[in-house]
């Protein structure tokens, strides 16, 4: 069944707010007996007014037989969105294409699977210090080694050693004094996947673009004094 809705939506796209007539597309689910049914559902799409990209969301229902008005059950999902996933924040044109393709599978699962997510940013970030930065030992030898050798800024310095908690806490169960299972939740990958964009800066892009501006100051015939200023 389809019909439509009017809706303030933030694209995301372009990171832009306006209000969008959408298309909504629903099924209730089968019925399994007298008064239970499968999970139904509601697709939405929203064509952004001001960049025209569409952006798609979706959210599991129990349309339970009988009733007027779907309800809220426990085993709903919560609206997600299924396009687009996450943009990133910038053309990581000089990082090597292996890391690009896991950050946007970390991307991919963020919504449906922060554990995923976590797990894949620890990943990307182990490979780079061992591959790139040639450190060796455990993850948190590597991290130690890495922030005490090249200081890098804030904030990734910072937030660099909770890449492998997260990880860790995305491969491994682990509970709090409680018994409960601290679960990694939604928010802490998005800084995760920050993280990972801070490191990509750092170990990729800003050596070569150094290295760009002093070719073309050498070429433009700058004494080396001139260069120490000018860089
Ligand atoms: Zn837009």
Not at 25 to 42: A, K, Y
């Amino acid at each position: 069944m389809k019909s439509q809705q009017r809706n303030r939506i933030t694209c995301k796209h372009c990171d832009r707010e306006s209000v969008v007539d959408g298309d909504v597309f629903q099924w209730e689910g089968d019925i399994v007996s007298s008064n239970v049914m499968t999970l139904g559902g509601r697709l939405y799409v929203f064509t952004c007014q001001l960049c025209g990209n569409a952006n798609i969301m979706y959210e599991g229902i129990n349309f339970a037989a009988g009733l007027s008005s779907p309800e809220r059950m426990a085993n709903d999902i919560e609206m997600i969105q299924i396009y687009p996933t996450r943009k990133r924040n910038k053309d990581f044109v000089y990082v090597d294409e292996k890391y690009i393709n896991e950050y946007n599978d970390a991307c991919h699962v963020l919504e449906i699977s922060p554990k995923a997510c976590a797990v894949l940013c620890r990943r990307i970030a182990e490979t780079i210090l061992t591959d790139e930065c040639k450190l060796k030992g455990t993850l948190e030898e590597k991290i130690d080694k890495f922030i005490l050798d090249k200081s890098p800024p804030s904030p990734l310095l910072e937030y660099l050693p909770s890449i492998r908690l997260a990880g860790n806490r995305g491969a491994h169960e682990k509970r709090d004094i409680s018994g409960i299972v601290v679960e990694v939740e939604k928010n802490d990958c998005v800084i995760l996947l920050e993280t990972i964009e801070m490191l990509f800066d750092f170990v990729f892009m800003q050596p070569k673009i150094k290295a760009e501006k002093i070719g073309t100051a050498i070429s433009g015939g700058f004494s080396h004094l001139e260069l120490l200023i000018h860089l």
